[in-house]
């Protein structure tokens, strides 16, 4: 489980940990990384904002692909991941 406060980033590296892309943007001078047109449908119940709104209501979960265990340690491979992004701390309702 992802724990944070909200607009800390935590669906935004979740969705980079399920192996999804990313496109980087500026906006009014700031850069922001977002998932690209081509987000896996499994993980459209992972919302993002670069504006530090809430939005996530409620737990989301996915399976960590093979793909992406690579880096982990033998005994985890072996074994389903799930990760779970949960709302934010200072939840601030938005999207």
Do not use: Q, W
Request: with cysteine; charged share 25%; glycine share 8%.
């Amino acid at each position: 489980m992802i724990l944070g406060n909200t607009g800390s980033g935590k669906s935004t590296n979740i969705l980079k940990m399920l192996g999804n892309n990313f496109k980087k943007i500026d906006v009014e001078g700031a850069t922001f990384y977002v998932p690209d047109d081509k987000l896996k449908p499994e993980h459209r119940s992972f919302h993002t904002s670069f504006y530090g709104v809430s939005c996530t209501s409620f737990i989301n979960a996915a399976r960590i692909p093979e793909n992406m265990k690579e880096k982990m340690p033998k005994k985890a491979k072996k074994n389903d991941i799930y990760v779970c992004d949960p709302p934010g701390f200072r939840d601030t309702r938005g999207c």
